[in-house]
């Protein structure tokens, strides 16, 4: 009866995390960015995206405790999880997959380091400079970039008041219903 409880909590927990992911994937994948912003609408330019949600999603959880942290760390193990089958999907071997998954690891904390610098600090020309760098670095003025940290430095605000509660049960507030517009 106890691993049978155990099981069932980690199923509901699962199933929070991935619905928490879905909502993430869904703000990241808002047309506006890929046709507004400029975002290359290419899978580098969609990790970019998922990345930068992702960054937000675990930059407002961060300091919580207890069931907050978990459902961070779930979220984060899906998320690269589906790195890890979108490269399969695209054709990597499976010899090749680990490095490429080391660099995206590498690259998807460099961000959340330098994302969330600017992030703490209300930066945004910084939060601009860093994005342009990451999302359209053969571009050498990306004049969409203000407009994106606009809109990142929004999003950040509306996490901010999304109630810990609300997020535990799956709802970041990210949803794509939930679009932030210029």
Known sequence: MFKRLISSFGRTNRAIGEAAYSEIVA???QPQYYSE???PDTPLGRFEMISLHMILFLHRLRGEQGAAAELAQDVTDIFFTEVDHSL?????GDISVPKRMKKLAKMFYGRAESYGEALD??????????LARNIRPETDDWEQA????????ALRDRLADQETGA????RTGLGSDEGVSK
Not at 121 to 130: D, G, I, K, V, Y
């Open 27 to 29: 703000a990241a994948r």
């Open 37 to 39: 912003m400029q975002v």
């Open 88 to 92: 399969r999907e695209l054709g990597i």
């Open 121 to 130: 600090e209300n930066a945004r020309e910084a939060l601009a400079a860093a």
């Open 146 to 153: 203000p407009d994106l940290a606009d809109q990142v430095l």
């Open 167 to 170: 997020i535990l049960q799956g």
